[in-house]
């Protein structure tokens, strides 16, 4: 029993980083209604940009959270620039495909360059033992950072005046553009935070598990769950869901393969689409 | 009617063209290039009768293919049956599994629907890697009992070759007949403007669900037969996640909703990609250049080649369907 209570405690410190990568995914979805499919490639590219900068500084991987940061928020307004400014008021279909084509083109250029074989960070933290358990040092780390940046956002969109722009946005464009407000600008840095929270998620991966260029892909799957599972456009919602989903895979890790977690995850992204389509912590109406 | 159609003598002249160029001198290498020709026009053009005909994204495009594959080499390998009687029921195998799967999750509209059948790609790939009658993650052979009722390997590639080529005609028969009837019109209503066409009487998720249903009967037959021709098969080779995104952008490239342009972009794509993956300079960034591809074609010329075609000469519309 105590067993599954320790495998718990660890699937809510790593469901804390699934949320921060959510976050992301969760508000370019709620700002400007493009679901991001180059979500899983920056993800990666935070887990390679965390590898990069270790092997040359050896400094301490949560400082180095800051500069994966800053590089996720100019690589977000480059794609934005590519694949996403022409799209805005083109059908759904536009946006996933040129999100997609961005994809490919990171993932091809990865794969060019490190190959798919495995990665890996190689920095460990002291960890806490009680009893017969022991909760790794990093993963009480990247829980800890991951709700610190949470946080961070929460602040400055709630606290700023940019933060206040970008929910107008998300909230009516026109009536935003109206009061002044312009609607491109706030796009293109909307964007650029959700790809730096996909970039600094991937870091903080990286410091946990061993990873390739393709791992990003899993982490989107599992962003597109939480996204759901929260509601569109609710960033701290999609942590909390977040946590609530790495809490459902510890709770059945002792019991399964972990083949099989794709399979429950999917079944519950469909399950939770068809019963609450505006997520479990939305409104019932509008 | 169909008769009157020029697409439709067209494509049996292509048909005939690829049965025959390889068979005459016996073009052993030809065959093999061809084939892989075949397949991408196969999974394009029922691919575009999702994309291009109904207006949504199916990413998960290669489950249907696999599954086919998977169902066609247990029939064969453990259950000895022949090929063809292997490959049909795969068929209508996988078809009868999509019409479930799609009146599930063909309640989802759009975008979430594109985000499920990525779902759909990732639960099936890891249900077949778990799965022990199937060989799990190593797969499956094929025993040279199973040639033997064909009067050997040698035989037995050519008339898969003939099979597929076979069914890369229906292929495009099937987009070609859906074009011009009710149901295609209920279909191409659903794209324009899906609460419109419920309005108007289409029952949209009945419709959804079986043109989902219906893209997966012939992919299915070609991955039995293919994986066949193959002789082994595993999740990593039947679920390629690559060979179904490049689907798509062979479907952009050749001219989404056009039959012509399924056909057109996937040999083009097909070609292109053989070449980029045997260069040596260029074969590691062959998805790059596919990836740039989409983006261009998207942003510059949305109709595919065909679309250009259409804008260039307008009156093409009614011989290039």
Known sequence: ?286 | MMLRRPLFWLILLLAAVFAWLPKHGNNVALREDLILVAVAIILTSNLNLMIGYTGYVNFGHIVFYGLGGYVGLYLMTVRSWHLIPAALTAGVAVSVLALLFGLGILRLRGAYFALATIGVLEAVQAFVSNFESWGRSTGMYVSFESYVPMGGPKHALWLTYFLIIGVMALSLMLSLGIRRSKFGLGLFAIREDEDAAIVLGVNATLYKAIIYSVSAFLPAVAGALMFFKNGMIDPSIAFEYMLSLEGIVMLMLGGQGTVAGSALGAGLYERLRSYLLTSPRLSAFHLVIAGALLLLVIRLAPGGLIGWLYRLVPRSREVIE
């Open chain 1, 1 to 286: 029993m105590s067993g599954i209570l320790a495998s718990m405690i660890d699937g809510l410190l790593i469901g804390s980083v699934y949320g921060l990568a959510a976050m992301g995914l969760s508000l370019i979805w709620g700002v400007m209604d493009v679901i991001n499919l180059t979500h899983g490639a920056m993800i990666a590219l935070g887990m390679f940009g965390m590898y990069l900068l270790f092997g040359a500084s050896a400094a301490n991987p949560y400082l180095l959270l800051i500069p994966v940061i800053a590089a996720g928020l100019v690589l977000g307004m480059i794609v934005y620039w590519l694949s996403v400014s022409w799209v805005i008021d083109r059908p759904q279909l536009m946006s996933l495909l040129s999100t997609f084509a961005v994809n490919m083109m990171v993932i091809g250029i990865g794969t060019a360059i490190w190959s798919t074989s495995p990665y890996n960070v190689n920095f460990s933290l002291p960890g806490i033992t009680v009893g017969a358990y022991t909760f790794t040092g990093n993963h009480i780390a990247a829980a800890i950072s991951a709700v610190v940046i949470a946080l961070l956002l929460e602040l400055f969109l709630y606290r700023t005046r940019a933060g206040k722009a970008i929910r107008a946005v998300a909230d009516n464009r026109d009536a935003a553009e109206l009061m002044g407000i312009s609607s491109t600008q706030v796009l293109m840095v909307a964007f650029a935070i959700g790809i730096a929270l996909a970039a600094a998620s991937g870091a903080l991966v990286s410091t946990l598990f061993p990873f390739t260029i393709l791992s990003g892909a899993s982490y989107q799957l599992k962003s597109f769950v939480v996204t759901v599972l929260a509601g569109l456009g609710k960033p701290f919602g999609a942590l909390v869901a977040g946590v609530l989903l790495g809490l459902l895979e510890g709770a059945v890790s002792p019991f399964i393969a972990v083949s099989w977690i794709p399979l429950i995850e999917f079944g519950l992204f469909v399950v939770v689409l068809i019963l609450f389509p505006r997520g479990i912590f939305g409104r019932a109406t509008a």
